[in-house]
């Protein structure tokens, strides 16, 4: 996305979620069709983990008709209802509260499906997270609030823009579990959303996980990022990259193979590059659909 | 110039027990307000200068908070000064061990730890007979105590100025030293040692009893949480024995003996116990050899493949304040009222008082300068306002 | 004949008889209920002016006090909506519009736009709007043309219970969200209404009353005082039609664009402020749509560009009263009696 982003051929806004993989893959892998997760604007990573079909979100965007929303949404609003992705957002901090939205109509109808919020630690200062956590709470909702701290709001620093502690913290003000995250590990990703989940699913209520981690790219695409210091992402890259902890441990305790992890990122590769060339390839939207889908029925 | 080392440890939250069971954390605020009750003690003891770790995460705001807020009966206390350590933070364990190493540089008479068993397991493996105060800040942990920081200052600054120490007062812990593969990985355990089948160290904690397969504990109270609780319930160690014990743990339904322990804050299990043994000092174990995880003090630390070998060896550990007995010493010697008023006029710090190596409980020498023996009669017992206590120095 | 009951009570009505339909329908809001958590009763308030009262008991699980969180529950019920439930959340005052606008017009309005038809969000929005009241500033505002701005949501504003009652029970089976605005005046007025369940669409006007002279326009409160000016006005032989717009999104173009061919005199009256309000969108659609048939220019009536006062005198001022709109509809007719020559 990175380098076709910068051919210019790529209409928009895009925020790329390199780095991260490890929370959407460790949370999404304990999600059913019928669980629902709310987004960010750097969505990607969460709309692959829920199953959204990557040729049609490459198609979207690209702004292509056969997109995933018809062309009509992009990168930043890339959803999938019927997988249970209730979209990216262009809004930090418009998912906590269509989180609430999944928990109490899965509570109303008596499911036992979970509702899962992605948000940054710069949405985490906005005040639809909070009041999130605190309704979350007070009706005892079956929701997850996954904060993924990278430790940049845009251009800030949660240095300087939350206050003091972790953010997870934040949770026990509302009386409810939060737990901080190693972001870079799947396994620690991947054990601490299943211990969320369960509990949620079980009737036990919402919880926080804070998960730290790191961006590679910058807030959005044809971001400089000057305001990391020199070498940051570079050393980042070398250190702690999860995708290189994650296939050095599996392959060290004799899980899987080299070779098959080679091979996955073939096949991955190839989906990639086949979607990209179908996307790029594929037609455009009908003007018609400028009007259409504002309403059911007007 | 007498300083003393704090670690603060400010990696609370990352404990996913709190999601699956009813363990709780002090959180860094509170770690804040702990260090500044710390330095509290410290100060009335008679340190000068507490060297610290640079805490982040809130709790040097905190306590930063609580220095520049203290009106009133607080601000008549006489603090140490703080010398927070220069040193850039990796935001992991590496930072107190090099916090540790260079307390040691500057040579400090004891370092108080606040923080779990992790933390004090890594504190240990560095501080060589530097004395510890161990403070818990949850409600999980084995190793360290909860304890109300100010006494714990108090006891400590005593020890640290030489007017109190010695055997019974600062006692030896066991300590567990783990090689995987010979000398291949060492680390180190103040608590316990386990093997879990769980693949991946993961969110570290252990809260699945079913899965752990062996244990070591250095001690073992009936009255402990964890593991610990396990071997407490089958045959008690105390901190003060010299040995430790080995537990072999199967499926309650497989074991002869099954016992119903609190596991974890809020989770009362039974474990099933094939075997229990006692573990002498120096005695080396080996662990029967297979895939999982190795947990050291409760935290999933090494993966293990079904090829690695574990051995594991009861040594000495680190020196430990019994802050209990230490305050009962200063106030059978009566050196609470000493340790505030023993300073001369001109300011300088003499050391006095019943000694500082060894002086056997309940027995206190005459000192020629012990206002007891130097005309208290006289004057009646009665307190003497500090001479010491004056407005704080500003800055 | 139909039995006669308050526009309170047609709202209440509405609810009652969507929710036992439709188990899917559940109500949340501040003090929907009341007395959650305290000592004393349960639905011990039923809403502020106790619209919602006696349905907690009669639907369990189903009406939900929230806490004053309006960006985490009007988005709640977005995520609901899109999730298997038929939310109908109130927001107490349309006043505080500002503290979930965002939920309301870039989510819940453009979800099903923005992924290309794939989403839907049936939630329906009540909100108490209206001068007249003394609650000053912050709490008496019109607001709807906000709302009505925005693609993908629709707007209805009844004047009287039948259009409440129908309009509500409407809206919770439209899969759109839908603002649903109950004028506080309004609520004690007493009207005819079915006892059954009926439904009123979207998007078409209601004449309440004919006239060949003068049309006037009017949303909301705003229609009884159109009434009332109509009345006054026929002793000096001037005939009016009165158009009650009942929805403003979608808007009833069709019957608008009728009565001024008819009349070839239209005066719109909306208690909202004038700028960039319903008065303005009506006049500019007939202007552009209907020009050769105005015999005088298009005459807006709207309460001043100011908030709402709280002092009695002033307020009473600022909502259009209907000697406003009598010296309005005389503007259009020059002074001349039987106008249309």
């Given at each position: 996305m990175h380098k076709e982003f910068a051919t210019g051929e790529i209409p928009g806004f895009v925020h790329l979620y390199a780095g991260e993989e490890a929370i959407a893959t460790g949370v999404c892998a304990h999600l059913r069709p019928d669980d629902y997760i709310a987004s960010t604007h750097r969505g990607h990573g969460h709309a692959i983990a829920k199953g959204c079909d990557v040729h049609g979100m490459m198609a979207e965007i690209y702004g292509k008709r056969d997109g995933l929303c018809r062309g009509k949404g992009g990168s930043m609003h890339i959803a999938d209802v019927d997988k249970g992705m209730l979209g990216a957002n262009g809004i930090v901090g418009g998912g906590p509260p269509m989180n609430c939205g999944v928990g109490l109509s899965a509570k109303v109808r008596g499911t036992d499906q979970v509702g899962v919020s992605f948000t940054g630690d710069g949405g985490s200062n906005q005040g639809t997270f909070l009041e999130s956590l605190n309704l979350a709470s007070v009706w005892h909702l079956p929701c997850i609030f996954v904060v993924e701290n990278n430790g940049y709001a845009e251009s800030t620093s949660d240095r300087f823009h939350a206050s003091g502690v972790d953010i997870a913290k934040r949770a026990d003000g509302f009386g409810m579990p939060g737990v901080v995250v190693d972001g870079h590990d799947l396994f620690a990703v991947y054990e601490a959303a299943g211990a969320a989940i369960d509990r949620a699913r079980a009737g036990g209520g919402p919880s926080l996980l804070e998960c730290k981690v790191n961006r590679y790219y910058g807030h959005f695409e044809g971001d400089q990022q000057t305001y990391r210091a020199p070498g940051e992402v570079d050393e980042l890259r070398r250190t702690r990259d999860c995708l290189d902890a994650f296939a050095g441990r599996v392959t060290a305790a004799g899980e899987v193979t080299a070779e098959d992890l080679r091979r996955v990122d073939d096949e991955v590769m190839a989906l990639i590059d086949d979607a990209v060339a179908q996307a790029k390839a594929a037609p455009e939207p009908d003007p018609a659909d400028l009007l259409t889908d504002v309403y059911v029925r007007y | 110039?007498?300083?003393?080392?704090?670690?603060?440890?400010?990696?609370?939250?990352?404990?996913?027990?709190?999601?699956?069971?009813?363990?709780?954390?002090?959180?860094?605020?509170?770690?804040?307000?702990?260090?500044?009750?710390?330095?509290?003690?410290?100060?009335?003891?008679?340190?000068?200068?507490?060297?610290?770790?640079?805490?982040?995460?809130?709790?040097?705001?905190?306590?930063?908070?609580?220095?520049?807020?203290?009106?009133?009966?607080?601000?008549?206390?006489?603090?140490?000064?703080?010398?927070?350590?220069?040193?850039?933070?990796?935001?992991?364990?590496?930072?107190?061990?090099?916090?540790?190493?260079?307390?040691?540089?500057?040579?400090?008479?004891?370092?108080?730890?606040?923080?779990?068993?992790?933390?004090?397991?890594?504190?240990?493996?560095?501080?060589?007979?530097?004395?510890?105060?161990?403070?818990?800040?949850?409600?999980?942990?084995?190793?360290?105590?909860?304890?109300?920081?100010?006494?714990?200052?108090?006891?400590?600054?005593?020890?640290?100025?030489?007017?109190?120490?010695?055997?019974?007062?600062?006692?030896?812990?066991?300590?567990?030293?783990?090689?995987?593969?010979?000398?291949?990985?060492?680390?180190?355990?103040?608590?316990?040692?386990?093997?879990?089948?769980?693949?991946?160290?993961?969110?570290?904690?252990?809260?699945?009893?079913?899965?752990?397969?062996?244990?070591?504990?250095?001690?073992?109270?009936?009255?402990?949480?964890?593991?610990?609780?396990?071997?407490?319930?089958?045959?008690?160690?105390?901190?003060?024995?010299?040995?430790?014990?080995?537990?072999?743990?199967?499926?309650?339904?497989?074991?002869?003996?099954?016992?119903?322990?609190?596991l974890a804050p809020g989770l009362v299990t039974e474990v099933g116990v094939l075997e229990a043994r006692r573990v002498d000092p120096g005695q080396v174990v080996?662990?029967?050899?297979?895939?999982?995880?190795?947990?050291?003090?409760?935290?999933?630390?090494?993966?293990?493949?079904?090829?690695?070998?574990?051995?594991?060896?009861?040594?000495?550990?680190?020196?430990?304040?019994?802050?209990?007995?230490?305050?009962?010493?200063?106030?059978?010697?009566?050196?609470?009222?000493?340790?505030?008023?023993?300073?001369?006029?001109?300011?300088?710090?003499?050391?006095?008082?019943?000694?500082?190596?060894?002086?056997?409980?309940?027995?206190?020498?005459?000192?020629?300068?012990?206002?007891?023996v130097r005309g208290a009669g006289a004057q009646g017992v009665r307190h003497r306002r500090d001479p010491r206590v004056r407005p704080p120095v500003c800055g | 004949m139909a039995r006669v009951?308050?526009?309170?009570?047609?709202?209440?009505?509405?609810?009652?008889?969507?929710?036992?339909?439709?188990?899917?329908?559940?109500?949340?809001?501040?003090?929907?209920?009341?007395?959650?958590?305290?000592?004393?009763?349960?639905?011990?308030?039923?809403?502020?002016?106790?619209?919602?009262?006696?349905?907690?008991?009669?639907?369990?699980g189903r009406v939900l006090d929230t806490p004053i969180s309006e960006s985490a529950f009007i988005g709640a019920a977005v995520g609901a909506a899109c999730s298997g439930l038929r939310p109908v959340a109130e927001l107490m005052f349309v006043d505080f519009m500002g503290v979930c606008f965002d939920q309301i017009f870039n989510q819940g309005a453009k979800l099903r736009y923005m992924f290309g038809g794939k989403a839907r969000v049936p939630m329906v929005i009540r909100t108490m709007w209206g001068a007249g009241i003394r609650a000053a500033s912050q709490h008496s505002q019109s607001l709807y043309s906000i709302f009505t701005h925005v693609p993908g949501l629709k707007v209805a504003v009844p004047s009287t219970p039948y259009d409440a009652k129908g309009l509500l029970i409407s809206a919770i089976r439209?899969?759109?969200?839908?603002?649903?605005?109950?004028?506080?005046?309004?609520?004690?007025?007493?009207?005819?209404?079915?006892?059954?369940?009926?439904?009123?669409?979207?998007?078409?006007?209601?004449?309440?009353?004919?006239?060949?002279?003068?049309?006037?326009?009017?949303?909301?409160?705003?229609?009884?005082?159109?009434?009332?000016?109509?009345?006054?006005?026929?002793?000096?032989?001037?005939?009016?039609?009165?158009?009650?717009?009942?929805?403003?999104?979608?808007?009833?173009?069709?019957?608008i664009y009728e009565t001024v061919e008819k009349t070839g005199r239209l005066v719109v009256v909306d208690e909202d402020n004038p700028r960039c309000g319903m008065a303005a969108d009506v006049a500019a659609l007939v202007a552009q749509n209907c020009f050769d048939d105005l015999q005088a220019p298009v005459q807006m009536v709207t309460a001043p560009h100011t908030p709402p006062p709280f002092s009695g005198l002033l307020e009473d001022l600022y909502v259009p009263s209907a000697e406003k709109i009598g010296e309005a509809v005389r503007r259009t007719t020059g002074g001349r009696v039987g106008a249309r020559a």
């Open positions: - | 110039m007498i300083s003393v080392g704090v670690v603060a440890n400010p990696a609370s939250g990352r404990d996913v027990r709190r999601l699956v069971t009813g363990a709780s954390v002090f959180d860094n605020a509170e770690k804040g307000a702990m260090v500044h009750r710390l330095m509290a003690g410290l100060g009335a003891a008679g340190v000068d200068r507490v060297v610290m770790m640079p805490a982040g995460s809130g709790v040097s705001q905190s306590l930063h908070r609580h220095l520049s807020g203290r009106t009133g009966h607080l601000a008549a206390q006489r603090l140490p000064e703080l010398d927070v350590l220069d040193m850039a933070l990796c935001e992991d364990a590496r930072d107190s061990a090099a916090a540790v190493r260079a307390m040691a540089e500057r040579q400090v008479a004891a370092i108080v730890v606040l923080g779990g068993d992790g933390t004090h397991r890594v504190v240990a493996a560095h501080c060589g007979d530097i004395p510890l105060c161990a403070l818990s800040t949850g409600t999980n942990n084995a190793f360290p105590e909860l304890r109300e920081a100010t006494v714990a200052g108090m006891a400590t600054g005593l020890v640290a100025t030489g007017r109190l120490g010695g055997d019974g007062l600062v006692r030896r812990a066991k300590r567990f030293r783990v090689g995987v593969n010979g000398d291949a990985v060492v680390d180190s355990a103040l608590v316990d040692v386990a093997v879990t089948a769980d693949r991946w160290v993961g969110s570290r904690a252990l809260w699945r009893v079913e899965a752990i397969s062996e244990a070591l504990v250095a001690f073992a109270s009936p009255s402990a949480v964890g593991l610990s609780a396990v071997a407490g319930a089958v045959d008690p160690v105390p901190r003060a024995a010299p040995f430790g014990l080995y537990l072999s743990l199967a499926p309650p339904q497989r074991a002869p003996r099954v016992v119903a322990v609190a080996a662990l029967a050899a297979r895939a999982g995880c190795l947990a050291l003090d409760g935290e999933r630390e090494v993966e293990l493949g079904p090829a690695d070998r574990v051995t594991v060896r009861l040594v000495p550990g680190p020196l430990v304040i019994d802050v209990d007995a230490v305050m009962a010493g200063a106030s059978r010697l009566q050196l609470l009222d000493q340790a505030t008023t023993r300073r001369a006029d001109d300011g300088n710090h003499r050391p006095t008082g019943p000694g500082h190596q060894g002086a056997a409980p309940g027995l206190v020498p005459h000192d020629a300068d012990h206002p007891r | 009951i308050t526009f309170q009570k047609a709202v209440n009505e509405a609810l009652d008889q969507e929710m036992a339909r439709d188990p899917s329908v559940v109500l949340f809001g501040e003090d929907v209920a009341g007395g959650q958590g305290a000592g004393g009763e349960l639905d011990a308030w039923g809403g502020v002016l106790g619209v919602t009262k006696g349905l907690y008991h009669k639907y369990p439209d899969d759109d969200p839908v603002i649903f605005f109950e004028n506080k005046v309004l609520y004690t007025v007493e009207g005819e209404v079915p006892e059954e369940s009926y439904t009123i669409p979207f998007g078409e006007a209601s004449v309440v009353r004919e006239g060949d002279d003068v049309s006037v326009v009017a949303i909301g409160r705003m229609v009884g005082m159109a009434q009332q000016a109509a009345e006054q006005l026929a002793a000096d032989g001037i005939d009016c039609e009165v158009v009650d717009l009942r929805t403003t999104s979608p808007l009833d173009e069709d019957s």
